[in-house]
Each structure stands twice: as structure tokens, then as C-alpha cells.
């Protein structure tokens, strides 16, 4: 992929010309993530509500009943995978505090 981003980090450049495989697309998704990291303004550490995205980005966003996996890294923190049908696996590091969050919220729910 060929991009460039401009001096102040709010306009990226693409050239995506060819044909992708389902593999080399989820690389792409990645590569453009990695980009979306560095670029202003930065994604907002508040959670939005329903709709505020836009409806192309809820699309992209929501889904119900993902594949979830939770493991123990060797520095003791949670690591959590989710499942997204168009992104992937993504795997999160929790700090202890937001691994204690999940936890209480979690053992407050009557499932």
C-alpha cells in the first residue's frame, strides 16, 4: 500500500489499486489501523453513543455475540481476544484497574 500523510496528521493519501485476498485485506486493515494511530484528531477515549459514529462506522463497530477469548499474559495482566467478522481478532492488553472493572461488572450481571 502506498499513502503518505500530510504534515499535520489529518489527511492520509492512499493508492490502492489490484486485487486483494481475504488475507492480504485483513494486512491492509491492519496497516491503515496502525496509520489511523498517528493521525489527528486522535480516536477519543470516551466511549460514544448509539448513532454517533455515523451509520457506516456503527456498521463496522457493532456485533453481536462475538467470539471471545480471555488468557493471562506472563507479566500476570488479562489479555482479551474479540472476534470481529470484518476486522478480525483483535487482542487487548487490561491494566489490572480495567480488568478489575470487568470483573465487577461482570459478577453484578444475573445471566
Not at 456503527?58 to 453481536?64: A, G, H, M
Request: proline fraction near 5%.
Amino acid at each position: 500500500m502506498e499513502n503518505e500523510l500530510n504534515s499535520d496528521g489529518t489527511l492520509l493519501t492512499l493508492n490502492l489499486r489490484g486485487r486483494y485476498s481475504a488475507l492480504e485485506l485483513e494486512y491492509l486493515i491492519a496497516e491503515l489501523a496502525e496509520v489511523r494511530a498517528h493521525m489527528n484528531p486522535e480516536v477519543p477515549m470516551a466511549v460514544p453513543e448509539p448513532g454517533q459514529l455515523g451509520s457506516i462506522l456503527d456498521k463496522l463497530t457493532y456485533e453481536e455475540y462475538p467470539e471471545v477469548s480471555f488468557a493471562a499474559s506472563r507479566d500476570g495482566h488479562v489479555m482479551l481476544w474479540l472476534r470481529n467478522a470484518g476486522l478480525g481478532w483483535l487482542l487487548f492488553k487490561l491494566s489490572h484497574a480495567n480488568a478489575a472493572k470487568a470483573r465487577a461488572f461482570l459478577s453484578n450481571l444475573e445471566l
